[in-house]
């Protein structure tokens, strides 16, 4: 593909190179993208610079919702340090909400400016975080194009959208019993989802969705397994062609995309080759400690929303395992959350669940961030990246992404 090309040029120019590989556009509710679906990462990692640029090449581009201030220094000095005491901290709490609503705002706008109308732009929010509802209304009255749930079973979203009928609606699961049951809901309220992402958990990055992290392999999980399940429910529910699955995890290249439309998937996400693009939004340090990182690298352990989750084996997540069992063994509810703000709805620190992690998660994600190796924390998925430690722009991955590897024996 030609660099220089402009950007509506080059989306078209991946569109047929997709079409030209054998690939399968992805279809929802008449409109056709690429298949390929950029997936959220918080805090702030993809944010309008990623999203944005997804979608100006043709593809879903998402913006994470999580504690996007953090990209505002106008908005983090208006949230700094706080005076002591609960009145302060409720104070704080209604200050730095309002202040990642307008973030995100302002987020949405940017993306949509360079998307420019291509493509799609989503907004990924994460139903275990406490201003989830007023997240999804503001991203829907921004006009954003798919607002993208995970972290819990959003049935109450169908309620939130009502007044925007246009708005796609993606749930994030990750075996074929939720799908049924999250169907049947939402069928209640007369809606169905847009499109399902199948996220498998022993694949994917950050928080993972399976109840423990001896669970991560089950087989019930292997997309051999859920795509074809799922499919045969929604079959049965004669509703196949209005729902299309989109796998994610672990997917690093053309051939995955290949065995994954084969299983009957419509398209894919991917998390972790999009956060080593050059049009990431985290630090240059961010995108070289996961790019340089390898399966052997990494950690699964259990994070402080109770979930399993899967991030590079830093010094400070080093730090933390061997201080973990000592850490549970004192949990106790704080009164008052260090931030000021409650980013979860549940969380083992502040809550003193004791089988939780014992750690403030938007800290450690704020550091991680802007590339600070000894604090942060480093959610990556498994398997090699598609140009192994370099960071290369997200055109150039959407064209290894879409184009058919070139044999060895070729010419």
């Known amino acids: 593909m030609n660099p220089s ?45 990623l999203a944005g640029s997804v979608a100006a090449l043709g593809a879903m581009g998402t913006i994470s919702s999580v504690d996007l201030r953090r990209h505002h220094p106008d908005l983090m000095e208006r949230t700094g340090p706080l005076a002591p005491g609960e009145a302060a901290t409720r104070a704080a709490k209604v200050a730095i909400d309002a202040a990642n609503l307008e973030a995100l705002e302002r987020e949405i706008r940017a993306a949509q400016g360079l998307a420019a109308g291509r493509g799609l732009l989503a907004i990924n929010v994460m139903r275990a975080v406490g201003e989830y509802a007023p997240s999804v209304r503001l991203a829907l009255e921004c006009g954003i194009d798919a607002v993208v749930v995970g972290a819990g079973l959003p049935l109450d979203l169908p309620d939130l959208a009502q007044d925007h009928p246009r708005a796609l609606l993606v749930p994030i699961l990750s075996d074929a019993r939720g799908v049924q049951l999250l169907v049947r809901k939402w069928e209640r309220r007369k809606r169905l989802p847009d499109a399902i992402v199948i996220e498998h958990p022993g694949l994917a990055g950050g928080h993972l969705g399976a109840a423990k992290v001896a669970d991560l392999r089950d087989p019930r999980f292997d997309f051999e ?25 672990g997917i690093r290249r053309f051939d995955d995309i290949v065995r994954l439309q084969a299983l009957g998937a419509a398209g894919v996400q991917l998390g972790t080759p999009f956060a080593v693009t050059l049009e990431c939004d985290a630090h240059a340090e961010f995108k070289r400690i996961l790019a340089e990182a390898s399966d052997d690298d990494m950690v699964e352990f259990t994070s402080v929303a109770g979930l399993p989750a899967r991030a590079v084996n830093t010094p400070w997540l080093q730090n933390y395992l061997k201080a973990e069992s000592r850490l549970q063994g004192v949990a106790h509810v704080k009164p008052r959350c260090t931030l000021a703000f409650d980013c979860l709805a549940q969380c083992g620190l502040r809550d003193g669940l004791a089988g939780w992690g014992q750690f403030c998660i938007d800290k450690q994600l704020a550091a991680a961030l802007r590339g600070d190796v000894k604090k942060g924390l480093f959610f990556r998925g498994v398997g090699a ?5 370099q960071i290369r722009s997200v055109r150039e991955l959407m064209e290894r992404l879409v184009t058919p590897p070139v044999s060895p024996l070729a010419g």
């Open 385 to 389: 990246l598609p140009f192994g430690a």
């Open 225 to 249: 397994n859920v795509i074809p399940q799922a499919l045969a429910f929604l079959r049965s529910a004669g509703v196949d062609k209005d729902v299309p699955l989109i796998a994610a995890g």
């Open 5 to 49: 090309l402009p950007k509506a040029d080059a989306a078209a120019e991946l569109m047929s190179a997709m079409r030209a590989g054998g690939l399968s556009a992805l279809r929802l509710r008449g409109r056709e993208v690429l298949p390929i679906v950029q997936g959220g990462m918080g805090v702030g990692v993809s944010a309008h610079r």
